[in-house]
């Protein structure tokens, strides 16, 4: 089981980037997926999360409005919408899934991607 986060890069504040987390050895289909971050020196904090079909998001008060989740199980991929991007943002992005209800709980999920960096200038 591995999940493949990638789509990170340098942006500017206020521009765009859309991660991906992908599953390669298992389906996503029955598993919810949240998205987390860890900045430099700081505790991982919970972004977002989505439901197994898809039916259900959660998102952090922070990113509500600026985010959004959205996942495609024919791809077995689940996609971070980042908009209006800010320099507090920067931090590495993991995607992790669990089978169940999503969470915004680390500690809850199963199996986690190895991250991918964003860096939001100023």
């Known amino acids: 089981v591995q999940l493949q986060a990638s789509g990170g890069g340098l942006v500017q504040a206020g521009g765009s980037l859309r991660l991906s987390c992908v599953a390669s050895?298992?389906?996503?289909?029955?598993?919810?997926v949240g998205w987390f971050r860890q900045a430099p020196g700081k505790e991982r904090e919970f972004v977002a999360a989505i439901s197994w079909n898809g039916g259900s998001t959660y998102y952090a008060d922070s990113m509500k409005g600026r985010f959004a989740i959205s996942r495609d199980n024919t791809k077995n991929a689940v996609y971070l919408q980042m908009n209006s991007l800010k320099p507090e943002d920067t931090a590495v992005y993991y995607c992790?899934?669990?089978?169940?209800?999503?969470?915004?709980?680390?500690?809850?999920?199963?199996?986690w991607g190895q991250g991918t960096l964003v860096t939001v200038s100023s």
């Open positions: 050895g298992h389906s996503f289909t029955s598993s919810a």
């Open positions: 992790a899934s669990r089978v169940g209800y999503y969470s915004d709980q680390g500690v809850e999920y199963d199996y």
